[in-house]
């Protein structure tokens, strides 16, 4: 079927896009006039794609198979994580397995991405960086030893490098944690919150920082209108906080219990010295350059603004749903 959108608007490929980040990130770019491809993998996840977006059938593995979509599209957007790969438990051996596996996924995208002269742009995260001495951490910072989710960042970012040397044209943004709809934050946090169940890994204070979903979306958005090739960006809202603030904040808008300590001691044995180690590992990010070249500015600067936005949210979704 013709679409006459497409001899005029830019047109971006997501992957990823029925995630947590992805389905923002579709949002924000159909809502300011892009036409959005969105690679899915299964009839269940085209059904989970927002208004607008185009489904493009295919295994995030083997972009071979919808090479025609890269070749349509003017922007590749990487978000996909095969839905196996962070599930269960998960020691260092197995976290590593897996980081090669997306290095390889990265590889294999960024050659069909250079041949068709697109531009990329990647996701690390935030922990893709280790933490200068005052304990934030830059796009000027070392690349990541490989502490939690660092060990992926580690693998994969040389990949992306030798590529822009080859001539791809690729940015990275990189939000720290997002919370919104779906993911660890609904499935970890809300779900449980709404069956009374309440609790977070160690003391608490453990350092922590995060942003919004929609506003992580509109990182990227700026990133296709204003981003330079060669450049990464972290996004982050204005105060870090700790798991034990965020927790306690996210069950007090659920009408949920206080949050319970659990050792992590007592949670290795059940999803793994590695996993233990990522749920509780963030560094508190400096997003300037985001803000100053790009022009992004989250709505929501704390956790206090944003959170009880979204718990409503979610409660009215559920609320019309039951």
Not at 257 to 278: C, Q, T, Y
Not at 281 to 288: E, K, L, N
């Amino acid at each position: 079927m013709h679409d006459p959108a497409e001899s005029y608007a830019t047109a971006v490929l997501v992957t990823g896009a029925t995630g947590m980040i992805g389905r923002p990130v579709c949002r924000e770019l159909v809502t300011h006039g892009y036409r959005v491809l969105g690679l899915v993998r299964s009839d269940a996840a085209r059904a989970r794609l927002p208004y607008g977006v185009v489904p493009i059938p295919g295994d995030i593995r083997n972009p071979a198979a919808w090479d025609s979509a890269i070749q349509r599209a003017h922007v590749v957007i990487h978000l996909a994580v095969p839905a196996e790969i962070g599930t269960g438990k998960k020691d260092r051996v197995l976290a590593e397995r897996d980081s090669d596996e997306l290095a390889a996924i990265l590889d294999r995208l960024c050659e069909a991405v250079r041949r068709h002269k697109k531009r990329f742009i990647h996701t690390f995260g935030s922990l893709m960086f280790d933490p200068d001495a005052d304990g934030r951490v830059r796009e000027t910072s070392a690349i990541s030893s490989g502490r939690g989710y660092g060990i992926r960042h580690r693998k994969a970012y040389p990949v992306l490098a030798r590529h822009r040397k080859r001539g791809l044209h690729a940015m990275s943004v990189n939000p720290c944690f997002v919370y919104g709809p779906g993911g660890w934050f609904e499935q970890g946090l809300l779900d449980p919150m709404s069956r009374g169940q309440s609790a977070f890994i160690g003391d608490g204070t453990q350092t922590m920082h995060y942003v919004e979903a929609g506003d992580a979306a509109a990182g990227y958005r700026l990133a296709i209108e204003r981003g330079l090739d060669g450049d990464d960006y972290l996004l982050a809202d204005d105060r870090p906080s700790t798991l034990g603030e965020f927790t306690r904040l996210v069950a007090r808008e659920m009408g949920a219990p206080a949050p319970a300590s659990i050792p992590e001691d007592e949670l290795i044995p059940v999803l793994g010295d590695w996993a233990v180690e990522a749920y509780t590992t963030c560094y508190a990010v400096d997003a300037s350059r985001a803000r100053e070249r790009l022009g992004w500015a989250p709505r929501y600067r704390t956790i206090e603004e944003g959170v009880p936005v979204v718990v409503r949210a979610w409660k009215r979704a559920h609320s019309a749903a039951a």
